[in-house]
């Protein structure tokens, strides 16, 4: 009999769920890891394939961490708040409770399918209303703690959809999702202060076990400047305009200004009889996201005002425009353009025939009439700052501002106050009640959770309210101090509130009594491995970092950042194909895949895209489980490149994968699916097999503390090629084939597991170290690695080449020189450097 995954994974998935073998509790016996997925929105369209890759990838490391013996969390839940849902109910008449829980049975249904080993004890979403009251209480901490007011703000509106939109929900001055038109409008709206925390957000980055590239994105969103605040009078005595510049060793190179649109000196000064041109500017502005205005490769645009500012170090009047790419998201929504050392100002001086100046000239010849100079030089055309490199002019002339009063120092950031509320239904009601005097007042803790009503419409109130204006009975309260009169707040939170602190709430899910016991967070805090899509690289993590700090300062929590180390998994394309007429077309044969003619002799288009169920070319994991099997499945996401790598989806290269899993069955089955005691032996492996595996299991080790699985597997496959034409394959070195493939292949290494005398599920066997003997027979040299205890060299041990993480840990501590030299100091910390050093940190 072959290898039938249709019978062995529901049986073992079984097994797991009767048993609870995942379930975690406390226990300080071990060391703790905390592996984590960003949780998913439970849409209606169901998992692609393109979403277990970075679940597969988690894991295989929480598998491969309870071999190692650690006590691991490895939860999962649902980010089941959000405007999808409500559009459905819109359009469907369906409460958004209704389908979130349809959603949420497929997407846990298909989960389970592929076999990981998530604690469903743990199981959370940020609707239920246990969840819901702790997220209302977290933001009343916030409210509390003078992080949360109110304040008329320039927000993205979306008349059809009656709400507020992120600027990530904008394009081409229409929501993305629906292609509505969207225009500026000023709101009273629920704002957080993450400004207050900018400096912690960006110097605790650098703590982080983080991509680099997030990090960068980070710094750049939060956007931290040292520079001037620089004061230029109006010319005709209408006020003051001021602007902050990182280059104050520029000013006297400042030849025009430009105010943001949105700047309330664009309708004081404006003249009349440039009025018209500017009110049409600004309301076209308006249609723009600040994204799309911050895009370089945009050609500028600008409007003149009629008015002159004075430049403050020379008296030149420089005429003031306005301009989109200036926005009131940096700075003081002012700038002093100075065309000869910056690019944005460049190419709007040529466009617009504005004089360029050069003021800092560089050590070879540059010709600023063609490109903006924006690096260091000396100081020239520049009076009192001639001759002086950059940074003494820079200095030179803030003193020279300060003096004179024409301005100071300052420090400006990119980062402005997170705007929170939302007017939609589906979504955690903000629990605040406004009196009749304008005041307002909390919900108490004890009223919470306050859940949305229940309604039979979802859309906005007649009038343009927000939905929850229609539930009347629910609006009108009373003050929970006075008893007067009073209506609740209207908004909601954005769907980005659950996922701020639902990470905390897996380790204590049932508590009534807490958001989370700080016994439990102690010992599970902070998330040893985060695994996510780039796509939630700045604000998810950057509101989820800001929540955590602010709960960190209330000594709610004990670490001060929420997530240790983070990896932001790739994306699997497909191909999609359309017809001549340029429309989306699902393929019907081979043959049309492939290429082939298609009706009346013209040739499918096709292109490698993002899977989508409007491009026809979402493949399902539940049919790929079928047809190959969930370890097929996960040994393909992994095998197909690097976990970080875009990736092109290939149905006949898991088919391929599935005949490796044939070979390894007939490891130990012989022709009647009989345990092979026949070709089995208890004998040693001779040195060069012994030696092959001890390379592969150190290597192994290491792939996966590095995330590195598609090289693992390769590994794997050149032992299993080796093993199949043995007439006696030894038994221990089959043992330890299957205890490396345990992680990769759950199902199949349990069976295997089980058919080789084991009656103990494999999941928490230990992890096979390889054998330093062994490698060396196997022809591998070792390598020297210095043991340092207070960065001071002590020992050096033999070992085997590449060793990272545990595995490098294991080797030097099985060493008996290192062994007696710990054994008499405490170990505060251990310091693994890849294929290099340990160093042991040890109490003075």
């Known amino acids: 009999m072959p290898y039938s995954p249709e019978q062995i994974e529901p049986k073992w998935q079984d097994f797991w769920k009767r048993h609870e073998t995942f379930r975690a509790e406390v226990d300080h016996a071990k060391p703790k890891y905390y592996v984590l997925d960003m949780f998913p929105y439970p849409s209606g369209a169901g998992l692609h394939v393109g979403h277990p890759l970075g679940y597969t990838a988690t894991d295989i490391v929480a598998r491969y961490k309870r071999m190692r013996g650690f006590n691991v969390l490895h939860p999962m839940g649902w980010d089941s708040f959000g405007l999808p849902a409500e559009r459905y109910a819109i359009r469907t008449g369906i409460h958004p409770a209704v389908t979130t829980k349809q959603n949420t049975d497929t997407f846990r249904a298909q989960i389970q399918r592929l076999g990981f080993s ?65 225009e500026k409008r000023l709101m009273k709206q629920w704002m957080l202060k993450i400004t207050a925390y900018a400096d912690r957000l960006l110097e605790d980055l650098e703590d982080l ?95 003149f005002t009629g008015a002159f500012a004075v430049n403050p170090v020379n008296g030149a009047k ?81 003193g020279w501002l300060e003096e004179q009063g024409a301005g100071h120092a300052r420090t400006t950031y990119r980062l402005r106050d997170w705007l929170f509320s939302r007017q939609r239904y589906w979504g955690e009601p903000v629990p605040i009640v406004h009196l009749e005097d304008g005041s307002w007042r909390t919900v108490p803790d004890q009223d919470l959770p306050l859940l949305p009503p229940e309604l039979e419409e979802y859309g906005p109130s007649p009038d343009g309210e927000p939905p929850l204006a229609r539930a009347t009975d629910w609006v009108n ?39 989370v016991d700080p016994e439990k967070e102690r010992y599970w805090m902070p998330v040893d491995l985060y695994v996510g899509g780039a796509e939630h690289a700045v604000l998810h993590l950057l509101y989820a970092r800001f929540w955590h700090k602010v709960l960190y300062d209330l000594g709610h929590v004990s670490t001060n950042e929420p997530f240790h180390k983070l990896f932001n998994q790739g994306m699997i394309l497909a191909h999609s194909y359309r017809d001549p007429n340029g429309r989306y077309y699902e393929p019907e044969t081979v043959e049309e895949r492939e290429g082939a003619f298609w009706g009346g002799g013209h040739k499918l288009d096709r292109q490698i895209e993002k899977m989508s169920k409007s491009r026809f070319n979402v493949v399902n994991p539940d ?76 290597a192994v080790t290491t792939d996966i503390e590095e995330m590195r699985f598609n090289t693992s597997i390769a590994r794997l496959m050149e032992v299993v090629n080796t093993l199949t034409p043995m007439e006696a394959r030894p038994r221990g070195v089959v ?62 041990v033999m070992a085997a080449p590449n060793l990272s993480g545990d595995a490098l840990l294991d080797a030097v501590k099985a060493d008996p020189k290192v062994s007696e030299l710990l054994s008499d100091v405490t170990v ?5 450097v890849k294929d290099k050093l340990v160093n042991f940190v040890i109490a003075k």
């Open 118 to 182: 998530y604690d469903w004890s743990r199981e959370i979403a940020t609707t239920e209303p246990d969840f819901v009251r702790w997220t209302q209480w977290i933001f009343l901490q916030l409210v509390e703690k003078g992080l949360a007011y109110q304040a008329e703000v320039a927000v993205n509106w979306c008349p059809a959809q009656s709400t507020v939109l992120a600027n990530e929900e904008v394009k081409d001055g229409k929501y993305i999702e629906t292609g509505d038109p969207v």
């Open 828 to 832: 505060v910390r251990e310091i693994p």
């Open 318 to 398: 420089v005429p003031v425009w306005v301009a989109d790419y200036v926005t009131m998201d940096y700075g003081t929504g002012a700038v002093m353009a100075v065309p000869a050392h910056d690019e944005r100002d460049h190419e709007f001086a040529r466009l617009f025939d504005l004089p360029i100046i050069e003021v800092v000239r560089p050590g070879s010849g540059h010709d600023i009439a063609a490109e903006a100079w924006t690096g260091d030089g000396t100081l020239v055309n520049s009076g009192f700052l001639d001759g002086l490199p950059v940074a003494e002019a820079k200095t030179k002339i803030i």
């Open 623 to 698: 049919d790929m489980v079928k047809e190959f099997g969930a370890d097929s499945v996960r040994l393909y996401e992994m095998f197909m490149g690097p976990l970080e790598a875009t990736k092109l989806w290939d149905t006949q290269s898991v088919a391929g994968v599935r005949r490796f899993l044939n070979r390894v069955w007939r490891l130990v089955h012989d022709d009647a699916d009989a345990v092979d005691t026949a070709r089995l032996t208890d004998a040693a492996p001779d040195p060069a097999l012994a030696g092959q595996m001890a390379r592969t299991i150190a």
């Open 209 to 303: 076990d983080w991509p680099e590239g997030i990090k960068a994105m980070q710094r750049n969103w939060i956007g931290r400047s040292h520079g001037a605040e620089i004061v230029f009078p109006i010319d005709g005595d209408q006020g003051e305009m001021r602007v902050f510049s990182t280059r104050p060793d520029t000013l006297f190179g400042a030849t025009y200004a430009v105010l943001a649109p949105e700047h309330p000196l664009v309708a004081k000064i404006t003249t009349d009889a440039q009025r018209q041109a500017v009110a049409d500017y600004v309301e076209k502005t308006a249609k723009l996201s600040s994204f799309e205005r911050a895009e370089l490769s945009r050609t500028k645009t600008g409007a």
């Open 477 to 515: 309260t009373v003050d929970p101090e006075t008893g007067q009169p009073a209506r609740r707040d209207l908004n909601t939170m954005p769907q980005w509130a659950g996922s701020c602190w639902y990470y905390l709430r897996f380790i204590d899910p049932k508590n009534d009594e807490l958001f």
């Open 735 to 796: 043992t330890d084939f299957v205890r490396v493939l345990a992680p990769f292949a759950p199902h199949m290494a349990e069976e295997l597991w089980q058919a080789l005398g084991h009656t103990e599920s494999i999941a928490y066997a230990p992890w096979p170290e390889p054998d330093a003997e062994a490698l060396a027979a196997g022809g591998e040299e070792l390598k020297e690695y210095p043991v340092q205890l207070n960065g001071k060299i002590r020992a050096k």
